[in-house]
């Protein structure tokens, strides 16, 4: 049965002109161009699991997969990066404090400006655009030979990666059923770890003594490109999300995406789909939504919300950048491991953390968000402090830290991708591109550009008592994340997108007197 779209000129516009500026609700920003009833959203939420969910999940779980990649190379690399003999000028703490915090900058940069592309021009658009960024400097990178044009190569690579971010997971939590949104969130975005673990055995073998110690790193970022290349190939194949086409006045082009992702589960599963049970939704439609009025819609109406949003990201940043580009230092400092070792530590550390991912993502839909999230926050915080006690009394090897960090990241994983789902989830459709690029860049500007250099600092004075010092701030942030969630958390697990957070232009309901859902 074919659903249509109805579509008429807001009342009072002139037709073949647009129609005048966003009136309640809406704070006199952006041009509406007409209203809609569409039953799109509650198609997307009544599908059954099919092949072209698992196409979403290879093209999209992509971006993480390089980020992975690009993070876990530099931390396998870093000893041998900062070798005489490298070329390159570069120092143990220029590699996991500046070159590290240039990433993430980078990445907070990207994520802000291509978030607001994306809202403008679509998910799909900016996928090409971002990961060609990426690609350039990535290449880049491997041509260095002083200090700086590591660091502006390191930016440019964080550019192009967390542009992607705003646009994956809004993409991903559109297109994905509503009984499942959990897990294939948090297992997509676990699947950076696949990337570590590749980076990681990449760069071990690339560090051995058959690539001379000028060569093997270089290398290890130009297999890294001509990965990032073969992701075109799966990208095209993934739609533009409808819900964001008939927002932007591309109701059509929805409903003909929708119908043909209809037609292929008909097919494959042989049966007719049930009718949505939801009624049509209705909304004015918008050209585009001002960063300004995504702001003022998240603080003014879902202040718990954002103080939620920062509190999750803010202690994962803190948490993983600290660790992750200082771990082959920590190592080789410590426990003298000869660099050409520590990739398969960190492909050890990679595997625990996909595989918290991966085996507890499904109970954030069967348990619930907020136990799930606040378990896994608070746990892994209690599992690090132990952790930095027994590395204080000399209690541990090489080997039985990694395994510590493996049992505490195992939790960490799953909590830190929930951070991202969480953020995509409770806010309002129209902005949840920019909503996760801006708690993106300000969680992960505070954790992720102070984390490395705080824990940089303390790892090179080569005292046990810091390192303690550093991974308890590290479990310090995590338990307060997780706190914010038992406080301010959402019941968001199989609901729709639009009962979790009403989008802003909706018709029959102005924006600016919604009542957001309750946290309990």
């Not at 021009?121 to 002083?146: D, H, N």
């Not at 060569?215 to 001509?226: K, M, N, P, T």
Request: charged residues 15%.
């Amino acid at each position: 049965m074919e659903h249509s779209v109805e579509s008429r000129p807001k009342p009072g516009a002139e037709p073949g002109r647009e129609a005048s500026r966003a009136g309640a609700g809406d704070g006199g920003d952006g041009v509406e161009t007409g209203t809609i009833e569409t039953t799109v959203p509650a198609r997307l939420d009544r599908l059954p699991w099919a092949r072209f969910h698992w196409m979403v999940i290879a093209g999209l779980g992509t971006a993480w997969i390089l980020d992975g990649l690009e993070v876990n190379v530099v931390g396998s690399i870093s000893s041998r990066i900062s070798e005489h003999g490298a070329n390159t000028g570069l120092t143990p703490a220029d590699v996991s404090g500046w070159a590290a915090s240039l990433y993430i900058a980078g990445a907070c940069v990207g994520a802000l400006l291509f978030g607001q592309l994306t809202d403008r021009f679509g998910r799909k658009r900016l996928f090409m655009v971002t990961l060609a960024i990426y690609l350039v400097g990535t290449v880049a990178t491997a041509l260095t030979f002083f200090p700086g044009w590591f660091f502006v190569c390191r930016f440019i690579t964080g550019m192009g990666i967390g542009g992607e971010y705003s646009a994956i997971n809004s993409a991903i939590d559109e297109l994905i059923p509503a009984r499942q949104r959990g897990r294939a969130d948090i297992s997509i975005n676990g699947s950076y770890w696949l990337g570590g673990i590749g980076g990681s055995l990449l760069a071990a073998v690339l560090l051995t003594s058959a690539f001379p110690t000028d060569l093997g790193w270089r290398l290890s970022f130009v297999l890294g490109a001509i990965i990032g290349l073969a992701v075109l190939l799966v990208r095209r194949n993934v739609p533009e999300s409808p819900r964001w086409l008939f927002i932007h006045g591309r109701e059509r082009e929805a409903d003909r995406i929708v119908g043909q992702i209809e037609d292929d589960v008909r097919e494959q599963t042989g049966e007719d789909l049930p009718e949505p049970d939801e009624k049509p939704l209705k909304v004015r439609q918008r050209r585009t939504i001002p960063l300004t009025l995504i702001i003022r819609s998240a603080v003014t109406m879902y202040p718990r919300r954002t103080i939620l949003g920062l509190s999750l990201f803010i202690g994962q940043a803190f948490l993983y950048n600290s660790i992750l580009f200082g771990f082959g230092n920590l190592l080789t400092l410590f426990f003298h491991t000869p660099s050409g070792n520590i990739p398969y530590y960190l492909a050890c550390f990679g595997a625990g953390n996909f595989a918290g991912a991966l085996i507890l993502a499904r109970l954030f839909d069967t348990l619930g968000r907020k136990p799930m999230i606040a378990g896994t926050y608070i746990l892994s915080g209690i599992l690090l402090l132990i952790t930095g006690f027994l590395f204080k009394a000399h209690d541990l090897t090489s080997v039985s830290f990694t395994a510590c960090c493996c049992v505490v990241f195992f939790f960490a994983s799953a909590g830190a991708s929930a951070a991202y789902l969480t953020v995509s989830e409770i806010f309002p459709l129209e902005t949840r591109a920019l909503c996760i690029a801006v708690f993106y860049a300000i969680g992960t500007g505070i954790g992720g550009v102070i984390g490395p250099q705080v824990f940089s600092r303390l790892i090179n004075t080569a005292k046990y008592s810091d390192v303690l010092i550093a991974l308890a701030l590290g479990a310090a942030m995590m338990i307060l994340g997780g706190l914010a969630e038992l406080v301010f958390g959402i019941r968001a697990e199989r609901r729709s997108l639009e009962s979790i957070a009403k989008p802003l232009t909706v018709e029959d309901e102005p924006a600016a007197t919604m009542r957001p859902a309750t946290a309990s």
